[in-house]
């Protein structure tokens, strides 16, 4: 059966082209609007900000805080993410959970403050926290079946969905992994022990670690005050939703969560799982189609306060 030559056939035709178009702008969203919001470059440093008495400045680029004798915010003020990672040390070894988009050495902050050896663990695989050029000796990532069948003799090289780094002209980096991290397992640093909790949403490989013996939780990019990306490549909000229950099986009423980036100078970007149960609640409000949104793309959800949800439109959520 041949259209061609009849009205017809050519408002059959206009029509499919017109849906392989929509089909393709849609199977391609993220890389189209990323592409849009991206420079393909390092952004200008930001101006100094006026931060809390407490913290010491290193680099004229890093602040550092500490949250207690063992436990160290590192902060990127400069950096218009407003990045913030964690040293976490223990008798024998430390972790640094995230290491920023490493424009700035933070392995040499991290060494100035314990002289135990340092394992690198990223919160997930996004570029402002892998650290990029800054390299580590010891690196831990998320045991994950989709991730190890890729690491060849543990070598693993990210994908452009996973990292993103062309936003910012920063190439895709290959990690070398010397420790696999079961999900449920503990780190034990010595006398100090990060149980490793599934925190996916913001991306299907997150991570977050929960101090034990003195119930701090490390978020990553899972919650922190601000606008928590929930529309990006790997993002889900079925899995936002899995993720806020691991948390709060997990965690106690009021634990203090330490999140990747803060909303605005000073200090440390600090919730508690009161803001990851209000997050749980406007996931299933917007699960069953009662909670109200704003925008087009990203459509923003409130969750209080401090935190906005932004999501895909709801015709391009997937709960299944």
Do not use: C
Not at 35 to 57: F, K, Q, Y
Not at 77 to 95: H, M, T
Request: net charge negative; hydrophobic share 35%; glycine share 8%.
């Amino acid at each position: 059966m041949s259209f061609s030559g009849s009205t017809s056939g050519k408002v059959f035709l206009a029509t499919a082209v017109l849906i392989a178009l929509a089909s393709t702008i849609v199977w391609q969203r993220h890389y189209l609007i990323l592409n849009v919001m991206a420079s393909g470059e390092p952004p200008a440093l930001l101006e100094t900000s006026a931060e809390h008495i407490s913290s010491r400045w290193y680099d004229e680029y890093f602040i550092v805080e500490n949250i207690d004798e063992r436990t160290f915010a590192i902060g990127e003020p400069l950096y218009y993410q407003q990045n913030f990672s964690y040293l976490i040390v223990g008798n024998e070894r430390a972790v640094l959970f995230d290491a920023g988009p490493g424009y700035r050495d933070i392995r040499a902050v991290a060494e100035s403050l314990t002289e135990l050896p340092i394992t690198f663990v990223p919160s997930h695989f996004h570029y402002d926290h892998t650290g990029n050029q800054v390299t580590f000796e010891r690196v831990a990532v998320v045991d994950l079946p989709r991730l190890r069948s890729r690491a060849k003799d543990n070598q693993l090289t990210l994908t452009w969905s996973e990292h993103l780094g062309s936003m910012e002209g920063i190439e895709t980096p290959t990690l070398h992994i010397t420790e696999w991290l079961p999900i449920g397992s503990e780190i034990d640093l010595g006398g100090r022990k990060l149980r490793v909790l599934y925190t996916p949403g913001h991306t299907n490989d997150s991570i977050s670690l929960l101090d034990t013996s003195n119930g701090l939780l490390f978020s990553g990019d899972f919650i922190y005050p601000g606008p928590l990306y929930a529309f990006l490549p790997n993002s889900s909000l079925k899995e936002y939703l899995e993720g806020s229950n691991n948390i709060l099986r997990e965690t106690e009423t009021n634990n203090p969560i330490f999140g990747a980036h803060r909303d605005s100078p000073p200090g440390i970007p600090t919730l508690s799982t009161a803001d990851v149960l209000a997050l749980q609640r406007t996931l299933i409000s917007i699960r069953d189609g009662a909670a109200t949104g704003e925008g087009l793309y990203p459509r923003t959800y409130k969750v209080n306060e401090r935190i906005d949800l932004l999501t895909e439109p709801p015709l391009l959520q997937d709960w299944r």
